[in-house]
């Protein structure tokens, strides 16, 4: 029901275009699929995966001759379920870290604003509100606000937190901070990076350095690369997104924000065109507002 609430806006405005797009109209037409495609790409889905499930949908309307507009939303409700099926992620419930990698490293990348401190100290919640000790490292050292805002959730969620003065190397953070995760017997760590763009091989040299360091405390890590985007910028996330996967591997998503916003159905556009796994959603600015995402339910809300 949050995860309801949460996407309100998204799911109404959905559904308003779409029952728009088809009043009146019994068969599923060339106008119907051409104010269909309008109705997806200013839900934000993005025009290449729009395309994509256009394409589908008329594929059945070929092979059935006849599809009726009463259908449409069953179908394409199937189609988007499809399409996030493609990743294999999507269908916990619960926030889960695998029982047999201590520390459970996660590493978290993002621009400055999208909410990432935030979505950490929400994480740090959940994992800890289970009884996991949780760490936090604050190797966004490029602004001294950073550090102080993730020492802000530090103390809320009451947790330990490593951090240096700022200008400090990123690295040499995240190296103490796992140094001192094992020392603590820390179940998970979780690592804020610097959320500057502006120059791609800086940002490339800086996390792989900082993931390099990491490795010589506790083999393989991180365990996670998590990109948090801000999804009430709709295609903007999707660029960020792009440029972060050139630059690390990401291997999840936190799509923030999808609170008080239309454009929800960029989680659709990105999972699709990435093909990277969106972990969790963030539906408020509160310590509870942030969910496992799971596709089904997802799905469920834009469709009911
Ligand atoms: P950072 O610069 O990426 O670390 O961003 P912050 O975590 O500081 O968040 C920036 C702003 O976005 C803050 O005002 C947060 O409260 C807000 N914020 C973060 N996540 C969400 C969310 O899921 N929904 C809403 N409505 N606001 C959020």
Same mark, same amino acid.
Not at 57 to 86: H, M, Q
Not at 156 to 175: C, L
Not at 277 to 285: A, L, Q
């Given at each position: 029901?949050?995860?309801?609430?949460?996407?309100?806006?998204?799911?109404?405005?959905?559904?308003?275009?779409?029952?728009?797009?088809?009043?009146?109209?019994?068969?599923?037409?060339?106008?119907?699929?051409?104010?269909?495609?309008?109705?997806?790409?200013?839900?934000?889905?993005?025009?290449?995966?729009?395309?994509?499930?256009?394409?589908?949908?008329?594929?059945?309307?070929?092979?059935?001759?006849?599809?009726?507009?009463?259908?449409?939303?069953?179908?394409?409700?199937?189609?988007?379920?499809?399409? #996030?099926?493609?990743?294999?992620?999507?269908?916990?419930?619960?926030?889960?870290?695998?029982?047999?990698?201590?520390?459970?490293?996660?590493?978290?990348?993002?621009?400055?604003?999208?909410?990432?401190?935030?979505?950490?100290?929400?994480?740090?919640?959940?994992?800890?509100?289970?009884?996991?000790?949780?760490? #936090?490292?604050?190797?966004?050292?490029?602004?001294?606000?950073?550090?102080?805002?993730?020492?802000?959730?530090?103390?809320?969620?009451?947790?330990?937190?490593?951090?240096?003065?700022?200008?400090?190397?990123?690295?040499?953070?995240?190296?103490?901070?796992?140094?001192?995760?094992?020392?603590?017997?820390?179940?998970?760590?979780?690592?804020?990076?610097?959320?500057?763009?502006?120059?791609?091989?800086?940002?490339?040299?800086?996390?792989?350095?900082?993931?390099?360091?990491?490795?010589?405390?506790?083999?393989?890590?991180?365990?996670?690369?998590?990109?948090?985007?801000?999804?009430?910028?709709?295609?903007?996330?999707?660029?960020?997104?792009?440029?972060?996967?050139?630059?690390?591997?990401?291997?999840?998503?936190?799509?923030?924000?999808?609170?008080?916003?239309?454009?929800?159905?960029?989680?659709?556009?990105?999972?699709?065109?990435?093909?990277?796994?969106?972990?969790?959603?963030?539906?408020?600015?509160?310590?509870?507002?942030?969910?496992?995402?799971?596709?089904?339910?997802?799905?469920?809300?834009?469709?009911?």
């Amino acid at each position: 029901e949050t995860l309801d609430k949460g996407l309100e806006k998204s799911k109404s405005s959905f559904f308003g275009k779409l029952s728009k797009a088809v009043a009146g109209k019994s068969k599923v037409d060339d106008d119907v699929l051409d104010d269909l495609e309008e109705v997806l790409v200013s839900s934000d889905v993005g025009v290449n995966t729009t395309l994509k499930v256009i394409e589908r949908i008329e594929a059945r309307v070929a092979k059935d001759k006849y599809l009726g507009t009463d259908e449409l939303n069953t179908i394409l409700r199937e189609e988007i379920a499809s399409l #996030l099926s493609e990743t294999n992620l999507g269908e916990e419930t619960d926030f889960i870290i695998p029982q047999d990698k201590k520390p459970y490293v996660i590493m978290v990348v993002g621009v400055n604003g999208v909410g990432k401190t935030t979505t950490i100290g929400k994480l740090a919640y959940q994992f800890k509100k289970q009884g996991l000790k949780v760490v #936090l490292g604050a190797a966004d050292t490029f602004r001294a606000a950073a550090i102080d805002q993730l020492q802000v959730w530090a103390d809320r969620v009451d947790i330990p937190i490593v951090k240096q003065s700022m200008g400090s190397d990123p690295a040499s953070v995240a190296f103490d901070t796992l140094k001192s995760a094992v020392t603590q017997n820390a179940d998970v760590v979780i690592i804020d990076t610097a959320g500057r763009l502006h120059n791609k091989v800086n940002l490339m040299n800086e996390l792989t350095k900082v993931k390099r360091v990491m490795q010589k405390v506790v083999d393989n890590t991180p365990n996670d690369v998590l990109l948090v985007l801000d999804g009430s910028t709709g295609q903007n996330a999707f660029e960020q997104a792009k440029q972060f996967t050139a630059a690390t591997e990401v291997t999840s998503l936190a799509v923030t924000k999808l609170d008080g916003t239309a454009k929800g159905g960029v989680v659709i556009g990105i999972s699709d065109q990435l093909k990277i796994p969106v972990k969790y959603i963030g539906v408020g600015e509160g310590i509870e507002d942030l969910q496992v995402f799971n596709k089904f339910e997802f799905v469920d809300s834009f469709f009911k």
